[in-house]
Each structure stands twice: as structure tokens, then as C-alpha cells.
T-cell receptor, first 110, second 115 residues
Framework: QKEVEQNSGPLSVPEGAIASLNCTYS??????FFWYRQYSGKSPELIMF????GDKEDGRFTAQLNKASQYVSLLIRDSQPSDSATYLC??????????FGAGTILRVKS | DVKVTQSSRYLVKRTGEKVFLECVQD?????MFWYRQDPGLGLRLIYF???????EKGDIPEGYSVSREKKERFSLILESASTNQTSMYLC??????????????FGPGTRLTVL
């Protein structure tokens, strides 16, 4: 049973818009959540993590966590063509392991 | 900066060959991980190690083994490569401080093709 779900996309947004990427998870006991960005042919790179309910902002990125709804999202403000990539949501489980969603493809059109 | 390196970016092997993929990290991290990534399936954990000579199976260990003789190095071994092991292989490392925010850092990946 898949533990982390993401819409595969592609999600297309115009340059300058807000991109909203969503992720749901099944384990109610999950405590921390990570967003990675992966460019085509490259390895994932960490954007940010969140472990408290609410919002966490880092530059143009905002992560939102709602543990009651088992939902985590990533907002990208002022989207740029360079943000076009696959965004992976990951949930930490025991033993420092991460369970990844399959990723959402984001396309920012200029 | 954390640096995780993998021995090859691209590798082509024949069915039945024994294949070694090597991963080295320079941050003295306790934990190391091997994943494979396939289109539509995301990253799937093959094996991980939480200390030297310690290993634990991930979600898809069949057909693979690992070795961790030194803290900085974690090797993935395909005992007898098969075409269904054609994939992108990603190594990652993370510290272990007991914090929920311990993060995994990835190497550049090895794209393995088995003919």
C-alpha cells in the first residue's frame, strides 16, 4: 500500500504565478516531511523540511503541514522557468528512513 | 557542503554479470541508503545501513546485496544482473542525531543498463 501520494502532473503554471504542490500520507504518526526537487537526469536536492503544523517559509518556498488531515503542500511564489522540475514529497519513518511519493512534474511557462 | 559521490554516472553490463556500485560520503554520516528510481514508481529503498557492517533490507532487496566495511563507503552489489535491474540507482547519506530533521543527501546517481 502506497504511503505517500502525489498527483503526477504535469502541473503547468505561467511564469510569475504561484505553483501549489500537494502530498498526502497514510501514517498518522508521521512527524517530519521533506520536499526535494529533481531536475531531469539529476539527483534529488532538498528544498526544505517541516515538522510542525502550519506554514514554514524559505525565500519563494512555503511548506504547509496539516497533520489532522495528513496533508503537506509546497507553494512556490513567483514561479520561474528554472523551477520546472519534478518535486518529491517524502515522509520520515522509523530508522531515519524516508518514504517518497512518485513526484509531481511542474512546468513553468514563460 | 555534504558531498556524496558515486563511482559511475553511466554503466552498461550484460545479463548475468556481477555489478558493483560504489558510494562514498565525506560528512561522517552514520546512515547510508541505496535506492532505485523508475518512471512512475518514484524512489524505492533497496537497502540501508545505520553503521559500519550493519545493514537492513529495504522494500525491494531481492537480487541485491550490500557491503559497508568503512563508515564513508557503501557498496551495492548485483549478484547476477538481469534486464529488470536496468534503472537509475541513487545513493544517499544522512546523519543520525535522533532529530526528526536529519536529512538525506543524494549522490549524482548511476544509470545502469543491463543488456
Amino acid at each position: 500500500q502506497k504511503e505517500v501520494e502525489q498527483n503526477s502532473g504535469p502541473l503547468s503554471v505561467p511564469e510569475g504565478a504561484i505553483a501549489s504542490l500537494n502530498c498526502t500520507y497514510s501514517d498518522r504518526g508521521s512527524q517530519s516531511f521533506f520536499w526535494y526537487r529533481q531536475y531531469s537526469g539529476k539527483s534529488p536536492e532538498l528544498i526544505m523540511f517541516i515538522y510542525s503544523n502550519g506554514d514554514k517559509e524559505d525565500g519563494r518556498f512555503t511548506a504547509q503541514l496539516n497533520k489532522a488531515s495528513q496533508y503537506v503542500s509546497l507553494l512556490i511564489r513567483d514561479s520561474q522557468p528554472s523551477d520546472s522540475a519534478t518535486y518529491l514529497c517524502a515522509v520520515k519513518v522509523y530508522g531515519n528512513k524516508l518514504v517518497f511519493g512518485a513526484g509531481t512534474i511542474l512546468r513553468v511557462k514563460s | 557542503d555534504v558531498k556524496v559521490t558515486q563511482s559511475s554516472r553511466y554503466l552498461v553490463k550484460r545479463t548475468g554479470e556481477k555489478v558493483f556500485l560504489e558510494c562514498v560520503q565525506d560528512m561522517d554520516h552514520e546512515n547510508m541508503f541505496w535506492y532505485r528510481q523508475d518512471p512512475g514508481l518514484g524512489l524505492r529503498l533497496i537497502y540501508f545501513s545505520y553503521d559500519v557492517k550493519m545493514k537492513e533490507k529495504g522494500d525491494i532487496p531481492e537480487g541485491y546485496s550490500v557491503s559497508r566495511e568503512k563508515k564513508e563507503r557503501f557498496s551495492l552489489i548485483l549478484e547476477s544482473a538481469s534486464t529488470n535491474q536496468t534503472s537509475m540507482y541513487l545513493c544517499a547519506s544522512s546523519p543520525y542525531s535522533g532529530s526528526w530533521t536529519d536529512t538525506q543527501y543524494f549522490g549524482p546517481g548511476t544509470r545502469l543498463t543491463v543488456l
